[in-house]
């Protein structure tokens, strides 16, 4: 199973980008999907989830701002990301919860660095 990410990139305050997410290979189900994000010097922190159901959580300090989607039949998460600041600047990482019948295991994407200059 691979995920595969893309969208990032630079981009000055308050402008916007869109993250997308398409996982590959060998998948029986995917239950939740997010992203998370770490920042030099920082933990991995989660930015946003959505379960297959389209129930999203997210993180206080992009409530608003961001908005998490999915597209089951395409097994591709998409994160809008509205209104950025440089305190956004990070490398964002996309997951996906794969189910199978015996066991279920969290996949991770390479990543994509999102740059927000002031």
């Known amino acids: 199973v691979q995920l595969q990410a893309s969208g990032g990139g630079l981009v000055q305050t308050g402008g916007s980008l869109r993250l997308s997410c398409t996982a590959s290979g060998n998948i029986f189900r995917i239950n939740d999907m997010g992203w998370y994000r770490q920042a030099p010097g920082n933990e991995r922190e989660l930015v946003a989830i959505?379960?297959?159901?389209?129930?999203?959580n997210y993180a206080d300090s992009v409530k608003g701002r961001f908005t998490i989607s999915r597209d089951n039949a395409k097994n591709t998460v998409y994160l809008q990301m509205n209104t950025l600041k440089p305190e956004d600047t990070a490398v964002y990482y996309c997951?996906?919860?794969?189910?199978?019948?015996?066991?279920?295991?969290?996949?991770w994407g390479l990543g994509t660095q999102v740059t927000v200059s002031s």
């Open positions: 959505i379960a297959v159901s389209g129930t999203t």
């Open positions: 997951s996906a919860d794969l189910w199978f019948p015996t066991y279920e295991y969290k996949y």
